[in-house]
């Protein structure tokens, strides 16, 4: 679809060709006569068409007031006259866009709310590229990943700037104040990045938070690059949630990282650990021979199949004693780990799914090896931290307008601890320790 010069207000009238027919809309349609007649007509693209105009509307309000009058009017005040359209693509959520930008006679006009929509991945993924090529990586590996990327003429003056912006939205993304709780359960993961350090490559371990604020929605709490995934790191950095607000958390779920479940009890009292299902199953089957971990993991699997949380610790003892008989290497592994593995079973039923596993962190994860695996060896650590920031700081605007991930209900009701006398308490992250 091509645009004509319009020659009227795009707010009010706009002139398209499609193949060999002209549509002019006239000046008398009123933005709700305008939707209504979109409603009728039954158009496949109605929610681009709405964005589109209010999109247009909103520009042509602002080019009125540079200009000091409206499009049209005779007025002592006015500073400045319209000098046409240029069109320019924009990619929203509802699809790909044409706006028609008004001119200006004397100097220029650009909404700036259109830059604050474009993808900050992919600035930062700009900066990380021209980053390396300043730090000598090769050209044609940087020329590689330009072209990955479809952009062409960096210049350094270009980069310096990219670079200071995004740095500047990572780290006030990263230091916000955590105020939407009670978090009443957080998910904690690492992955590994390839970083230059020293004249040699190392692996560098990339700290992950996410939780269930007090609105039902998912939210990145955190982001920290460490030298080594062991407990002092993990220590400071849920010391720096902790510092910034983190509270009510009611759950952590994670894998088994090493000094992790110390650093939970030392700085979330009252929380339980659960440990990721997926990530336990592939530990207890290396107990068993190959012949036999069909069968093995198929019994573990029952567990989770339960419909209360009675049965679940009924069925972990049934699973143990099955077991024993001939593998009491895993009946052993399995009842040693029973408070860590069924944790979820002291939440609602309702959400089992979501807090059983780190599957959820594991998709983030995903999504941020898809960009880093773009650069492949990072020239520094403050280039993951941007990188991996931008991902994460786009991730948590999309689950912002996304449904909640969890009912208020449900979460008022996994707020309520209650444990009667004769159950077993939940598992104490000390205790977890030792086992």
Same mark, same amino acid.
């Given at each position: 679809?091509?645009?004509?010069?319009?020659?009227?207000?795009?707010?009010?009238?706009?002139?398209?060709?499609?193949?060999?027919?002209?549509?002019?809309?006239?000046?008398?349609?009123?933005?709700?006569?305008?939707?209504?007649?979109?409603? =009728?007509? @039954?158009?496949?693209?109605?929610?681009? #068409?709405? +964005?589109?105009? !209010? /999109?247009? $509307? &909103?520009?042509?309000?602002?080019?009125?007031?540079?200009?000091?009058?409206?499009?049209?009017?005779?007025?002592?005040?006015?500073?400045?006259?319209?000098?046409?359209?240029?069109?320019?693509?924009?990619?929203?959520?509802?699809?790909?866009?044409?706006?028609?930008?008004?001119?200006?006679?004397?100097?220029?006009?650009?909404?700036?709310?259109?830059?604050?929509?474009?993808?900050?991945?992919?600035?930062?993924?700009?900066?990380?590229?021209?980053?390396?090529?300043?730090?000598?990586?090769?050209?044609?590996?940087?020329?590689?990943?330009?072209? =990955?990327? @479809?952009?062409?003429?960096?210049?350094? #003056?270009? +980069?310096?700037? !990219? /670079?200071? $912006? &995004?740095?500047?939205?990572?780290?006030?993304?990263?230091?916000?104040?955590?105020?939407?709780?009670?978090?009443?359960?957080?998910?904690?993961?690492?992955?590994?990045?390839?970083?230059?350090?020293?004249?040699?490559?190392?692996?560098?371990?990339?700290?992950?938070?996410?939780?269930?604020?007090?609105?039902?929605?998912?939210?990145?709490?955190?982001?920290?690059?460490?030298?080594?995934?062991?407990?002092?790191?993990?220590?400071?950095?849920?010391?720096?949630?902790?510092?910034?607000?983190?509270?009510?958390?009611?759950?952590?779920?994670?894998?088994?990282?090493?000094?992790?479940?110390?650093?939970?009890?030392?700085?979330?009292?009252? /929380?339980?650990?659960?440990?990721?299902?997926?990530?336990?199953?592939?530990?207890?089957?290396?107990?068993?021979?190959?012949?036999?971990?069909?069968?093995?993991?198929?019994?573990?699997?029952?567990?989770?199949?339960?419909?209360?949380?009675?049965?679940?610790?009924?069925?972990?003892?049934?699973?143990?004693?099955?077991?024993?008989?001939?593998?009491?290497?895993?009946?052993?592994?399995?009842?040693?780990?029973?408070?860590?593995?069924?944790?979820?079973?002291?939440?609602?039923?309702?959400?089992?799914?979501?807090?059983?596993?780190?599957?959820?962190?594991?998709?983030?994860?995903?999504?941020?090896?898809?960009?880093?695996?773009?650069?492949?060896?990072?020239?520094?650590?403050?280039?993951?931290?941007?990188?991996?920031?931008?991902?994460?700081?786009?991730?948590?605007?999309?689950?912002?307008?996304?449904?909640?991930?969890?009912?208020?209900?449900?979460?008022?009701?996994?707020?309520?601890?209650?444990?009667?006398?004769?159950?077993?308490?939940?598992?104490?992250?000390?205790?977890?320790?030792?086992?």
């Amino acid at each position: 679809m091509k645009w004509r010069r319009p020659s009227r207000d795009p707010s009010k009238a706009q002139t398209k060709i499609e193949g060999d027919h002209v549509m002019a809309a006239d000046n008398s349609v009123t933005p709700e006569q305008w939707l209504a007649q979109q409603i =009728q007509t @039954g158009d496949p693209d109605l929610l681009r #068409s709405m +964005v589109k105009t !209010m /999109a247009e $509307t &909103l520009m042509s309000a602002e080019a009125d007031n540079l200009c000091g009058a409206g499009y049209g009017q005779r007025s002592d005040e006015r500073t400045n006259r319209r000098n046409g359209y240029r069109t320019r693509e924009w990619d929203t959520r509802a699809g790909s866009i044409e706006l028609a930008i008004p001119k200006l006679r004397s100097g220029s006009y650009f909404p700036e709310w259109l830059l604050e929509r474009r993808r900050r991945a992919e600035q930062a993924l700009i900066s990380v590229v021209a980053t390396s090529y300043l730090l000598g990586v090769s050209t044609r590996r940087v020329d590689k990943l330009i072209e =990955q990327l @479809g952009i062409k003429h960096i210049s350094k #003056s270009q +980069v310096s700037q !990219m /670079a200071k $912006t &995004l740095d500047e939205q990572v780290e006030a993304f990263r230091t916000r104040a955590l105020d939407a709780g009670p978090y009443t359960f957080v998910w904690l993961d690492a992955l590994t990045q390839k970083v230059r350090e020293g004249g040699r490559i190392v692996n560098v371990h990339v700290l992950v938070a996410t939780g269930v604020n007090a609105d039902g929605r998912r939210e990145i709490l955190g982001l920290d690059v460490t030298s080594a995934e062991d407990g002092a790191g993990w220590l400071a950095f849920l010391r720096g949630l902790v510092a910034r607000g983190l509270a009510g958390v009611q759950l952590v779920i994670s894998d088994c990282h090493a000094g992790l479940v110390a650093a939970i009890g030392a700085t979330l009292a009252g /929380a339980s650990w659960q440990r990721c299902r997926s990530h336990y199953l592939r530990n207890l089957l290396t107990c068993v021979n190959k012949s036999a971990q069909p069968f093995v993991a198929t019994l573990v699997r029952t567990l989770f199949d339960q419909p209360d949380a009675a049965s679940v610790r009924a069925q972990h003892a049934w699973v143990v004693q099955t077991l024993e008989a001939k593998h009491p290497a895993a009946a052993e592994h399995l009842d040693a780990a029973r408070e860590d593995l069924i944790a979820f079973a002291a939440f609602p039923r309702e959400i089992w799914p979501q807090i059983w596993s780190n599957n959820p962190q594991e998709r983030l994860n995903k999504e941020i090896r898809r960009r880093t695996d773009v650069v492949g060896i990072f020239p520094d650590r403050s280039s993951v931290i941007r990188l991996v920031g931008a991902v994460l700081a786009e991730q948590t605007d999309e689950w912002v307008e996304a449904r909640r991930y969890m009912g208020l209900d449900i979460l008022a009701k996994a707020r309520i601890r209650v444990v009667p006398s004769d159950t077993p308490a939940q598992n104490p992250l000390p205790q977890t320790l030792t086992a």
